[in-house]
């Protein structure tokens, strides 16, 4: 498909609803409000196409960026290219877009994720703590001790943190309290520690859950499966 074609598939399967919706989760102007069901069934035509994503994020379009993140190839984007999506994303849904398909198997994740979280850009920063929370999952070959590490990191600051970034941080910790009973017996430390964090969610019904009720609930689903 060619970034003409694309667009316009896009713009067909927008509805005045969803424009309504993803503008209260600050999409922008430029947006069809294109379902993600229907950008996983784009996503399935196309497949992954590194130029047209390259295309399709620079149009600045709310649905096109999320759908360059999911046929994106990780393995041919450039550092130059990982970090100019990075600094150049509009939307706090783009950030968590690019830590779930770019970065698990980018071989510049590693390299990028200390810098985007020393950022003063929010959504820089927030894209930081995403990339560790899917580090929590993917980087099955790091110590426990360098998430101890993020956790310490994480809880310094939290209350004074952008807003975004402490959504983020929030969201991290649960991720490392996940990994490992270790981890989570540090993570729930942490939690007692921090207390409540107030993130604005804006006009939605979005909220930031809590960490302590939310990874017993995880651990519990996780032991009943296993079982």
């Known amino acids: 498909m060619t970034l003409e074609d694309t667009m316009a598939e896009l713009e067909s399967r927008g509805t005045a609803q969803n424009r309504k919706v993803y503008a209260r989760h600050g999409a922008g102007a430029k947006v069809f409000g294109v379902s993600f069901a229907d950008l996983e069934k784009i996503r399935k035509s196309i497949k992954t196409n590194h130029a047209l994503a390259l295309a399709l994020w620079d149009s600045a379009n709310f649905d096109a960026r999320n759908l360059a993140t999911m046929i994106a190839d990780p393995l041919k984007m450039t550092a130059k ?97 996940l990994r490992s009973a270790k981890l989570e017996a540090l993570a729930v430390a942490a939690a007692k520690r921090i207390g409540k964090v107030d993130v604005d969610h804006g006009d939605t019904s979005c909220v930031t859950p809590e960490p302590i009720a939310y990874m017993a609930k995880a651990n519990a689903r996780k032991a009943k499966k296993k079982a």
């Open 81 to 177: 290219e990982l970090e100019a999506w990075a600094k150049s994303s509009t939307s706090h849904t783009h950030p968590g877009m690019i830590a779930n398909h770019i970065l698990p198997t980018s071989p510049h994740s590693r390299a990028k994720f200390e810098g985007w979280l020393k950022s003063k850009d929010e959504l820089v920063g927030q894209l930081g703590w995403n990339c560790v929370s899917g580090m929590a999952v993917w980087a099955t070959e790091l110590p426990d001790e360098f998430f101890a590490g993020k956790l310490v990191e994480l809880e310094n600051g939290i209350h004074t943190a952008q807003n975004r970034v402490k959504h983020a941080r929030v969201m991290c910790l649960i991720s490392i309290g």
